[in-house]
């Protein structure tokens, strides 16, 4: 299911003008959207057209508008509708009052164009109201929706409290009553509408449009449809003396006019305020009649000539510019009528905002065909100002469609298809030397404007010499990439292992999402996978090995959504070979198909999963459906239930080399239902929750119930049932001292934030198979915060957070069992885990600790810690220091101890018990063009080093090298590589991306 339910989402159009000559009166109104989110939502609304309606966030809202944004944890929102009369219109625009508490951050920015945005502080800066007028539209969504009389949100007390805070705030602006208001015509009322359908109320109900005229009352005229306005070309002089100008009149009546001397022209595109302006040394002008000549004004005004003009020639250092557009020239002729034009020698240069770089497209010659189409001939394409640049793509044609002034003024900014471009005879040079070649292109100027994604290459003493390349797969077919898919196609050649090949498709449409991969080689090589011998020159026992995964999600009506997995690899060790990463740290590789729904607190799913890969041990579910319920209120609201119920049908599904001969792979059922009463009550400030649970669980297979808290072996029971009752305690205080100031902590006011936490539970079995531990644990959750940024942009932050909790047992384990991995109170770990494992849930006495401390915004600690107080000893500690010291040093030191770990190979000799590693990792700027990387991770209990990476960077103009040496001792293996890539380009890079972030404008990776 989305994460995110929309169950309110309105628009309000205030007006729209839509006949020529209106602009004046849209710039003089115009406003921003207004944008309010949250989690649960009460509203209420008064009847009537100047009706104000009430809102009502308890458990978060964010609000936007324009470049300002603000936020908190609970908040009113009024808005209220004002009419207004504006040159003889009706104009509906909102008012809007807010009051935020708790948690409250506010930033205004400099671009908002709300009108009169007024704020005031409350109550020791824990509180915000504000508020202003919105011209724009209104939208509105939340979680959860409830309507309320208004009654019944006056009665809030959340209301009352904001209703007092919002006092100090301006309500209207004032007219003075010596104002002279002059007088226009009659208002034009809208079109009568039909009848409208009935639907439910939403925000946009708001607005209230102005009635349409009533018989025998005046209609204003409104201008012609498609009715234009040519304007004039005007001239000015940009250096002394002025351009002399000379005219004549041809055979055909028709004028011509000479300028010489650098001038500057210009002229207005639209009511929008677009312009085209040129720069140039000489011009000849071609226009009709007496409409173009020289201005009697010009000492005023600066035009030395105006009118309106057919054509124009332009020679001599051209600068051409229209929005975002530059073109530079030798020559250029321009048709205003019909938008086309001919450039020679041209150079056109737009800008990359997401890359935060310059694009230029240099031709022999250049034509518009229209406003939004050019054509090219022999281009080069590069981010480089030089006129020999280091990386430039070439082509012998290009057709371009370039919409982003023609978006960015209609539609508010560009799109993926604001640029589309068709490339001929496709090269790309570094340098002068041409390094790859391809027919045709097709390109939409996002990303680089070659097939080739991104190549790898380097020596590995288990690939040997690798050359890894993606390439864009629709560009080599020559094809335009449907909306939302991105397809890549893999060649690679190891020199000790063979040829690989294949393709990997990402999608994404409104309804659905996924990514099918494929990937085949021919493999003459052996396996190196750790540093222990039997896992050195194994032999894949197969010549062709490969993978093919499908993962596809697809949201279906009323709530349902179904997810559809399926993973094939050739053999065992391929994925850990090729894809370690993917292996170490991604998903589990499995066949299945699942649906689910869920709604409001309950869901539910089916589940059914097969095994494919027969080298794999699996619990297949043919099939498994589950039921949840979470805080289903009943009696009053006095109680709570959750409830977590599986019923499926299961097979243990053996490797096909496993010699296991008790496990037998037949079908067995399991079903496991708990069901759990809560009991909400408030004391003062402190929250306290009684609650009773219960567990069955059955299972008919040959496994059954058999593992004890000791970890023996019981007969096995088929069914069991577990008896729980507990109490959960919680409570928060807090104290806040907004005078606390240190400029050497950056701290501008502090608020500590205290939140204790008791909880207790003691467990019946009516089995010892089914017993567990009874638990009590104590912890605080305490937070320190406090504001940072510029005077008139503060923001808040947790400066230090430490979290503390202590869990007693009762019959602890052994010391050796270490950290849990299973928290005992986890609903989703069924009782199928709790048949044969005897580690269930906390197990010994401990302390967990976790640390954080934003030291500055350039320097965080961050620690967690896991004690053992039975046996005195620290099972986990972890501590990190991450810093960056402006502007050429970043650094990380860490700390990673763990004492359960232990590696027991008696036939390589090998045991090592615990873990303790220092990992660091440095990025230092030798000067403007050298920068250097090293990471490394040293154990100091095996007295070995886990892995070292030393990297060199050299930077050239937009353009960098590095050079990359990493020992992998944990498996026994090195690599020197080598990287190039173009700055701001990271699908470009030659060799890891792994750097590719560090030197550039941008964070890349």
């Known amino acids: 299911m989305r994460s995110t339910i929309q169950v309110v989402v309105a628009a309000i159009a205030v007006w729209a003008p839509m006949a020529h000559g209106q602009d004046e009166l849209i710039s003089a109104f115009a406003g921003q959207d207004l944008h309010v989110s949250g989690g649960t939502l009460t509203m209420s609304r008064q009847e009537g057209p100047h009706g104000r309606h009430t809102l009502i966030f308890e458990d978060g809202v964010n609000i936007s508008i324009g470049s300002n944004a603000m936020s908190a944890q609970r908040a009113v929102v009024w808005i209220e509708p004002q009419r207004r009369e504006h040159r003889g219109r009706t104009v509906v625009s909102h008012r809007v009052v807010v009051y935020l508490r708790e948690q409250v951050w506010a930033q205004r920015g400099p671009t908002g164009l709300t009108s009169g945005l007024d704020t005031v502080v409350v109550d020791q800066g824990e509180a915000l109201a504000a508020a202003f007028e919105v011209t724009g539209e209104l939208f509105v969504t939340a979680l959860r929706r409830r309507e309320v009389s208004p009654a019944e949100t006056d009665a809030h007390p959340l209301v009352a409290?904001?209703?007092?805070?919002?006092?100090?705030?301006?309500?209207?602006?004032?007219?003075?009553?010596?104002?002279?208001?002059?007088?226009?015509?009659?208002?034009?009322?809208?079109?009568?509408?039909?009848?409208?359908?009935?639907?439910?109320?939403?925000?946009?109900?708001?607005?209230?449009?102005?009635?349409?005229?009533?018989?025998?009352?005046?209609?204003?005229?409104?201008p012609a449809p498609g009715e234009t306005y040519e304007y004039p070309v005007n001239f000015v002089d940009l250096w002394k003396p002025a351009p002399t100008i000379e005219s004549t009149v041809l055979e055909d009546g028709s004028r011509v006019t000479t300028v010489i001397g650098r001038f500057y022209l210009w002229q207005q595109r639209d009511e929008a305020g677009a312009i085209l302006e040129f720069q140039a040394d000489s011009a000849v002008v071609f226009h009709g009649g007496k409409g173009f000549g020289p201005t009697e004004d010009h000492g005023s005004t600066g035009i030395f000539a105006s009118g309106n003009v057919d054509a124009v020639y332009l020679k001599g250092n051209i600068v051409m510019t229209e929005g975002r557009r530059t073109i530079r020239a030798d020559e250029i002729y321009y048709d205003f009528g019909a938008n086309q034009a001919l450039a020679v020698q041209a150079e056109m240069r737009t800008f990359d905002e997401q890359r935060g770089l310059p694009i230029y497209i240099r031709a022999e010659q250049l034509r518009q065909v229209s406003q939004t189409v050019f054509e090219a001939e022999n281009i080069t394409l590069t981010t480089s100002e030089f006129y020999l640049p280091q990386v430039s793509l070439t082509a012998g044609r290009l057709v371009l469609t370039d919409r982003t002034n023609v978006d960015a003024r209609v539609r508010g900014g560009t799109r993926k298809s604001s640029y589309d471009g068709v490339l001929h005879d496709v090269g790309v040079r570094v340098g002068e030397t041409q390094v790859f070649?391809?027919?045709?292109?097709?390109?939409?100027?996002?990303?680089?404007?070659?097939a080739l994604?991104?190549?790898?290459?380097?020596?590995?003493?288990?690939?040997?010499?690798?050359?890894?390349?993606?390439?864009?797969?629709?560009?080599?077919?020559?094809?335009?990439?449907?909306?939302?898919?991105?397809?890549?196609?893999?060649?690679?050649?190891?020199?000790?292992?063979?040829?690989?090949?294949?393709?990997?498709?990402?999608?994404?449409?409104?309804?659905?999402?996924?990514?099918?991969?494929?990937?085949?080689?021919?493999?003459?090589?052996?396996?190196?996978?750790?540093?222990?011998?039997?896992?050195?020159?194994?032999?894949?026992?197969?010549?062709?090995?490969?993978?093919?995964?499908?993962?596809?999600?697809?949201?279906?009506?009323?709530?349902?959504?179904?997810?559809?997995?399926?993973?094939?690899?050739s053999d065992e060790h391929f994925l850990?070979?090729?894809?370690?990463?993917?292996?170490?740290?991604?998903?589990?590789?499995?066949?299945?198909?699942?649906?689910?729904?869920?709604?409001?607190?309950?869901?539910?799913?089916?589940?059914?999963?097969?095994?494919?890969?027969?080298?794999?041990?699996?619990?297949?579910?043919?099939?498994?459906?589950?039921?949840?319920?979470?805080?289903?209120?009943?009696?009053?609201?006095?109680?709570?239930?959750?409830?977590?119920?599986?019923?499926?049908?299961?097979?243990?599904?053996?490797?096909?080399?496993?010699t296991d001969t008790t496990t037998r792979e037949q079908f067995y059922s399991f079903a496991s239902s708990r069901h759990e009463v809560d009991w909400p009550l408030r004391l003062e400030a402190y929250k306290i929750v009684p609650y009773v649970a219960t567990t069955y669980a059955y299972e008919d297979g040959q496994y059954g119930f058999r593992r004890t808290l000791d970890g023996g072996l019981t007969p096995a029971e088929k069914d069991l049932w577990l008896n729980e009752a507990g109490i959960r305690v919680a409570t928060m205080f807090w104290k806040a001292n907004q005078f606390v100031r240190s400029r050497f902590w950056d701290l501008n006011g502090i608020r500590h934030i205290i939140r204790p936490h008791f909880e207790a539970v003691t467990f019946d079995a009516g089995h010892r198979a089914g017993d567990m531990r009874d638990m009590m644990n104590v912890g605080l959750s305490q937070r320190w915060q406090t504001r940072r940024g510029e005077k008139d942009k503060l923001r808040s932050l947790d400066w230090m957070r430490l979290d503390v909790d202590a869990t007693f047992v009762r019959n602890p384990d052994e010391p050796a069992a270490g950290p849990a991995k299973f928290m005992w109170n986890d609903p989703a770990i069924p009782m199928l885990v709790r048949r044969n494992m005897w580690q269930y849930g906390l197990v010994r006495d401990s302390v967990n600790v976790d640390y954080e401390w934003r030291i500055s915004d350039t320097m965080t600690v961050l620690s967690d810690l896991n004690y053992d107080i039975r046996a005195g000893t620290v099972q986990q500690f972890d501590m990190g220091l991450a810093r960056y010291v402006y502007p050429n040093l970043s650094y990380y030191v860490g700390n990673r101890y763990l004492k359960p770990v232990v590696i027991n190979w008696p036939a390589d000799g090998v045991y090592e018990q615990g873990s303790n590693a220092l990992v660091a990792a440095v990025t230092y700027q030798l000067n403007e063009r050298y920068t250097a990387t090293l990471s490394q991770e040293y154990n100091f209990d095996f007295g070995k080093g886990v892995r070292s990476d030393l990297t060199l960077l050299r930077r050239y103009h937009r353009l960098y090298y590095g050079l990359t040496i990493s020992l992998d001792q944990s498996r026994d293996r090195q690599s020197v590589m080598v990287s190039i890539w173009p700055e701001g380009v990271k699908e470009l890079a030659l060799g890891s991306r792994k750097y590719v972030g560090i030197t550039g404008p941008l964070l890349e990776e």
């Open 161 to 222: 409290e904001a209703t007092s805070a919002t006092a100090p705030l301006r309500s209207e602006p004032e007219i003075p009553a010596t104002a002279q208001v002059p007088t226009f015509p009659p208002p034009v009322g809208p079109a009568p509408t039909g009848p409208r359908v009935a639907r439910p109320w939403r925000i946009s109900d708001l607005v209230q449009p102005s009635e349409p005229p009533g018989p025998g009352e005046p209609v204003a005229p409104t």
């Open 437 to 450: 070649a391809w027919p045709r292109i097709r390109t939409n100027f996002e990303r680089p404007d070659t």
């Open 453 to 569: 994604r991104r190549v790898r290459i380097g020596n590995d003493s288990d690939l040997g010499f690798a050359v890894e390349t993606r390439w864009y797969l629709a560009r080599l077919l020559g094809r335009v990439e449907p909306e939302g898919v991105d397809s890549t196609f893999a060649l690679d050649f190891y020199s000790e292992r063979g040829i690989g090949s294949g393709a990997e498709i990402e999608y994404e449409g409104n309804d659905y999402y996924g990514t099918l991969l494929g990937y085949i080689m021919g493999d003459r090589g052996e396996d190196d996978l750790g540093r222990i011998t039997s896992r050195k020159n194994r032999d894949p026992h197969e010549d062709i090995r490969g993978r093919f995964r499908l993962q596809h999600r697809q949201y279906l009506p009323h709530d349902w959504q179904a997810t559809v997995e399926m993973s094939y690899l």
């Open 576 to 658: 850990e070979a090729m894809y370690p990463s993917e292996f170490n740290v991604g998903k589990e590789q499995e066949t299945l198909v699942h649906l689910k729904r869920i709604t409001d607190n309950w869901g539910f799913s089916f589940l059914t999963k097969w095994r494919l890969n027969d080298f794999q041990r699996t619990t297949e579910e043919l099939p498994g459906v589950e039921f949840h319920v979470k805080g289903q209120s009943f009696w009053d609201h006095q109680l709570t239930y959750y409830g977590d119920t599986q019923v499926s049908r299961l097979r243990e599904r053996l490797p096909w080399h496993s």
